[in-house]
């Protein structure tokens, strides 16, 4: 069975700093790998996922992941954060077995301070 | 095109009522899902449907029930609600249950249960 951690509860940022979100999971089988953000008050979106191919993966929002196999990774970056970022962060796995059941971390608070 | 809709937003129960929680989508999608989100847990599944006709369990399915009523809606049921069933849920859907596929999710209804 996969699991998902995320390393951080919250990261508190300035406005225009840049960000990285942790992510590590483990499985014993290949995997997919997504993050979803959570608005206020709203439900999950896509931001990215990694199927295969490059390890590089561009999101919405100005997002990027890089998928690390050997450190079993997937951390989450933004060069320069807005505001209109804070925002709860939720990486999550499915593998390649089956069903899509997807496992999520714990989730990331991003506090964006002025 | 709404995408996932969910009623209600929010409900406030006494251990032991009953309940259900109405999803519905209309994106056309075959698969549905029920989560629970609780705080530092990210989000479980509760169950989830395939397609039209069938349902399975998820990670957390104890005290819940669920409906695919048709293409669309996906109804999940508490028989007798207990304090450890407040949390948040939500609702998502996907074209299809296959491993990479992305899932689009609803506003989420907030329960507490007294």
């Known amino acids: 069975a996969q699991s998902v951690t995320q390393l951080d509860s919250q990261v508190p940022v300035f406005e225009e700093a840049p960000v990285e979100l942790r992510c590590n999971y483990s499985s014993s089988v290949s995997v997919y790998l997504f993050w979803y953000v959570q608005y206020p008050n709203q439900g999950l979106q896509l931001l990215l996922k990694?199927?295969?191919?490059?390890?590089l993966v561009k999101g919405i929002n100005g997002f990027e992941a890089e998928f690390n196999k050997s450190q079993t990774s997937f951390h989450l970056r933004k060069p320069s954060v807005h505001i209109s970022d804070t925002a709860e962060y939720f990486c999550a796995v499915s593998d390649n077995q089956g069903a899509q059941k997807l496992v999520f971390g714990q989730g990331t608070r991003l506090t964006i301070n002025p | 095109n709404a995408g996932v809709t969910q009623t209600p937003k929010f409900q406030v129960l006494k251990t032991g009522q009953s309940m259900t929680l109405q999803c519905a989508q209309d994106?056309?999608?075959?698969?549905m899902y029920w989560y629970r989100q609780d705080p530092g847990m990210g989000l479980r599944l509760i169950y989830y449907s395939a397609s039209e006709g069938t349902t399975d369990k998820g990670e957390v399915p104890n005290g819940y029930n669920v409906s695919r009523l048709n293409k669309r809606e996906f109804s999940l049921r508490l028989e007798s609600a207990a304090p450890s069933q407040t949390s948040v849920y939500f609702c998502?859907?996907?074209?299809?249950?296959?491993?990479?596929?992305?899932?689009?999710f609803g506003p989420g209804t907030r329960l507490l249960v007294l």
């Open positions: 990694y199927l295969s191919g490059s390890t």
């Open positions: 994106m056309n999608h075959n698969s």
């Open positions: 998502a859907s996907s074209p299809v249950v296959r491993p990479q596929e992305t899932q689009y």
